[in-house]
């Protein structure tokens, strides 16, 4: 059976910061003031590091489906909670994370730089990343640790009585605001009651391609799925000039959005390699070298399959614990920097994308909850067996979106 992958990488270039201390609205912030050289590499590397190792792992737990996380979501909310982490729980979050040997300063310096220069990249692109903490009435919460998350990541802190359901609806309200409703539901009444605090991460994205497709030219066609079916697609189609590269086991194609610098990545690996073996070897080197082998061509034919897809909500717990943070979702984590006898107990997780003629529209929301512990022929590039995709920038090379299209039901 013929396997495929399509890769689509995508970062995008701006920022909405979360007004006030009610979390109840979104609006984009006043101080855009960045410094491009403040964004460290070792930072984005690192980013970029769990982003292939957690697609990794979700591969082998969900490889006879689709996929699609924003890793760039994730770390952001997980960076979010290492802030409060201490000890061994911070060894092994730094691990995971990709920050080993990355100081506080210099982490959270890239973090701040990052996202003011995500908000104003390209005016072409829409992109609202919000963030927000929601604590339980009363608890006594350390300052440091809140004030470096209203600093560093925008997030408003917003104190609530657990206990009532309409503050469950609350918070889902402002997740539903952030995604432009792609989203509207993360957390389900009642909250546990030992539950301590919400970090939460939500993202939106739209971008029109930088060359459309013609609608015309869109045709039914057949899609060879994971499982060795056909299934019938509405296959977007391009003749001409396209930046395509090519290596020993794979094809890719680069399609821009808005002003250039944002770009969909789809790499298709030699027909007799596996979408599971090639996402087994895809790592940061191996993406790198991919990149760099595209060039814009003449007379390529193009043809990617027009699709929408959802994933989750998603239980990241097993797979975090499998990158080497377990320490963290046990009575044995050391968050003290937020408060004594805290540990973190569900990491959830839910995308959604649509890809059409016009371009791409994606969303993608993660919660942390935290509790008391105790040759000569011509190009070609048709997608239409099983791919992956992400969404990432060129000019920083962050990660936001990943996925793997299994099927098209």
Known sequence: MRKCLCLIFFLFLMMVILSGCSGKALSFGQNDDFDLEQIGTATVEGNSRFAFDLFRQLEQEDGDQNVFISPFSISTALTMTYQGAGTTTKEAMAKALGYTGIDDEELNRSYRNLIRYLRQSDNKIELNIGNSLWVREGED?????????????????????FSQEKEVDRINQWISDATKKKIEKMIEPPIPADVVMYLINAIYFKGEWADQFDPKQTISASFQA?????????????????????????????????????????ILPREDISVHDFIGELDEEHWQRIRESISERDGVQLRLPRFKLEYGIKNLND??????????????ADFSGIRDGLCISRVLHKAVIEVNEK?????????????????????????DRPFVFMIADDETGTILFMGKMWDVK
Do not use: H, W
């Open 141 to 161: 919460i350390k300052e440091d640790f809140l004030a470096v998350n209203r600093e560093i990541f925008d997030a408003p802190v917003t104190p609530l009585d």
């Open 226 to 266: 994971g499982d060795g079916s056909n299934q019938e697609v509405m296959m977007m189609s391009k003749n001409g000039k396209v930046e395509y590269g090519q290596g020993e086991n794979y094809k890719a194609v680069r399609l821009p959005y808005g002003g250039g610098k944002a770009a969909m990545y789809c």
């Open 319 to 332: 797979s975090l614990k499998a990158l080497g943070m377990g320490e963290a979702f046990t009575a044995e």
């Open 359 to 383: 371009g791409s529209e994606a969303a993608a929301a993660t919660v942390v909850e935290v509790k008391e512990s105790a040759a000569l022929e011509p190009l070609t590039f048709i997608a």
